[in-house]
Nanobody, 118 residues
Framework: QVQWIESGGGLVQPGGSLKLSCTAS????????MAWYRQPPGQEREMVAS????????TYADHAKGRFAISRDNAKNTMYLEMNNLKPEDTAIYYC???????????WGQGTQVTVSL
């Protein structure tokens, strides 16, 4: 099965920025459409943003629109999530995976922790 590795999280103040990275054990071209998900404390995992296989089409959750930017570099086998103007409610563990209903995904990496706090 595909192994996922997320990185780039950390502790930031409100209004700050982070850029997350995601790699997979196989070719992300063969995975197809991909997405970033997050799980806030005490809540279910939810999709944050998605990107098509060629990187030309993207979608965003309402809370991410205008603040986050998803992208991918297939040659580097990496997907990214640029996060700007971070808010305390963005605090969560962030994961990457194929684009799907997160309830139907059973193969997750360890994620990367994002904490937004003073």
């Amino acid at each position: 099965q595909v192994q996922w590795i997320e990185s780039g999280g950390g502790l930031v103040q409100p209004g700050g920025s982070l850029k997350l990275s995601c790699t997979a054990s196989g070719s992300i071209m063969r995975i197809g459409n991909m997405a970033w998900y997050r799980q806030p404390p005490g809540q279910e995992r939810e999709m944050v943003a998605s990107v098509s296989v060629a990187g030309s089409a993207t979608t965003y959750a309402d809370h991410a629109k205008g603040r986050f930017a998803i992208s991918r570099d297939n040659a580097k086998n990496t997907m990214y999530l640029e996060m700007n103007n971070l808010k305390p409610e963005d605090t969560a563990i962030y994961y990457c995976n194929e684009l799907n209903n997160p309830r139907k995904i059973h193969n997750w990496g360890q994620g990367t922790q994002v904490t937004v706090s003073l």
